[in-house]
């Protein structure tokens, strides 16, 4: 099991331990884009075209809150991978 499939599965668990650059990592691997606001805030907002946006601080401890949005995140991309993959065996 490499390093990610270990973290996607920490997040999976709800892990208290995460630190933002884990979970920044794992919604830039899955294309969001981060920025920040100009102001100077302690947070960062992920965006991804066609999805709700997930803002998340850089302090940590991290919430089990933000964890569970990029739970969330992960569920969705992997679901839509298996849909993508079932429609390109349905094709052939």
């Keep these: 099991m490499s390093q990610f499939d270990k973290l996607l ?5 709800l892990d208290r331990n995460l630190r ?3 979970l920044r990592k794992v919604l830039c691997y899955y294309g969001y884009e981060e920025s920040s606001p100009s102001g100077g805030s302690s947070h960062r907002t992920f965006r991804k ?3 709700c946006p ?3 601080p850089v302090h ?3 919430k089990v809150t933000y964890v569970e949005m ?3 995140v992960i569920e969705n991309e992997e ?11 349905d094709m052939q």
């Design 70 to 72: 990029v739970k969330n």
């Design 9 to 13: 599965n920490k997040i999976c668990l």
């Design 49 to 51: 075209k066609g999805c």
């Design 60 to 62: 940590e401890p991290i």
């Design 79 to 89: 679901s839509e991978k298996e849909g993508q993959s079932q429609k390109s065996e």
């Design 20 to 22: 933002y650059e884990e």
């Design 54 to 56: 997930i803002t998340i």
